[in-house]
């Protein structure tokens, strides 16, 4: 089902696989009306499903990427590239080496950088000379961080390093052998990098997400949920499940 909510485009898919597909369908869309597409990607394990899909199109000829640009929201700090639990890693795993993007092509914020203040700094100088993301792909985390902008009292503008809030620790800790191993910071873009995207798509799954869609579509906008600045975008997409929208069906309805 497709609602609009205040500008705002909401798919409501039956389960997983349909959500993915969904948001698959535009990313792929995206590529097809523009081959040199600057995209946006996001890591974490709801947009997993939305990269198989893609590169499923890819596998049977329906899209080239051979042109496509990219730009991730974020990277841990620190942390060398080919640490299987980095988003460099990640990317390389879960969509690059599966389509003809060229890996020159793809940028993923240093985690292994000495100065991150200054190459988090030239991350968007790089963005905004090539004109920007066409279409940026967010998740969001429990605590309604997008990128790793954690709650706070302002909205973090440009790219650079963050501190990880311990619901993000704690909630990334499935991915490592011990919450230890978990880093404490991150290098992310910054709210107004992300909001800066012409498109933006975030998609969510699953019944722990309901409460913090509800206060990204429907709350107020506020720092405290980095995820509602997005009530500001004039060209934004939710692609979320039945479980995720549980809380807003009834408001949309
Ligand atoms: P998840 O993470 O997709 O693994 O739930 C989302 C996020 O933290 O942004």
Avoid: C, W
Avoid at 29 to 51: D, K
């Amino acid at each position: 089902m497709k609602y609009n909510y205040r500008g705002m485009t909401i798919y409501v898919e039956k389960d997983y696989a349909a959500m993915s597909a969904a948001a698959a369908a535009m990313l792929l869309q995206e590529v097809r009306e523009n081959p040199s597409a600057v995209l946006g990607l996001a890591t974490g394990s709801t947009p997993i499903g939305m990269y198989q899909a893609v590169v499923k199109a890819y596998e049977k000829g329906e899209a080239d990427f051979s042109k496509v640009v990219s730009y991730n929201l974020d990277e841990y700090y620190p942390i060398q590239h080919d640490n299987d639990q980095s988003y460099h890693y990640f990317m390389k795993e879960n969509l690059f080496k599966h389509i003809n993007i060229l890996p020159e092509n793809t940028h993923v914020p240093s985690g292994e950088s000495k100065d991150v203040e200054k190459t988090a700094a030239e991350y968007d100088a790089e963005l905004y000379q090539i004109g920007g993301v066409d279409l940026q792909v967010l998740g969001i985390g429990n605590n309604g961080h997008i990128g790793f902008n954690e709650p706070g009292v302002v909205f973090a503008k440009g790219t650079g390093l963050v501190d990880l809030t311990q619901s993000t620790i704690e909630a990334n800790s499935r991915f490592f052998a011990a919450i230890e191993d978990v880093p404490k910071k991150a290098v992310s873009m910054g709210i107004a990098t992300i909001m800066q995207a012409k498109k933006i798509m975030l998609m969510a799954s699953g019944q722990g997400k309901a409460g913090i869609i509800a206060q990204t579509i429907f709350g107020e906008i506020t720092p405290a949920v980095p995820a509602s600045a997005l009530q500001l975008h004039r060209n934004v997409t939710f692609f979320l499940d039945e479980a995720a929208a549980a809380e807003i069906l009834p408001l949309l309805k």
